[in-house]
């Protein structure tokens, strides 16, 4: 009889351990893509305005990775949440928590979230695009 009770309490708790409603986490790898005509220089910035990302990148090349473990794609990571785009005639934009004066993409496009502009290119990997389009329309840098 007692031997049926701690079966009975063994078998509970494993399908209690069973049943959570934990999503599942991910790593998830993303990095800047620049398909535009002209150099880019991407600096991104923490939430304590430190700078954690400086990468200059060439046409059609891409960034260093950034990784995060998530239950779902948010957006560029290592760490940043305010980013500068500078193409190399000093125009581009500023996208994020800080300091940004409406400089973000057109459309609201952004590199810090969900957006369309990132190319799912599969097994958690994503990139976010830098286009001829992008560079056509960038703004003049402070």
Do not use: W
Not at 43 to 58: A, Q
């Amino acid at each position: 009889m007692i031997m049926k009770k701690i079966i009975l309490i063994c078998v509970s708790l494993l399908l209690l351990n069973n049943c959570t409603d934990e999503a599942d986490e991910h790593t998830y790898i993303t990095r800047f893509k620049n398909v535009s005509s002209t150099t880019i220089e991407i600096k991104g910035y923490d939430s304590r305005d430190n700078l954690v990302f400086d990468e200059t990148i060439l046409t059609n090349n891409t960034s260093s990775d950034c990784t995060r473990s998530a239950e779902s794609f948010l957006g560029i990571s290592c760490n940043i949440v305010s980013v500068e785009i500078k193409f190399n005639n000093n125009k581009g934009y500023v996208c994020g928590k800080l300091n940004t004066n409406g400089l973000c993409f057109l459309n609201e496009k952004s590199p810090l979230g969900n957006d369309p502009s990132f190319v799912n290119l599969a097994n958690y990997t994503y990139e976010f695009v830098i286009t001829q389009e992008d560079f056509e329309n960038a703004y003049d840098l402070p």
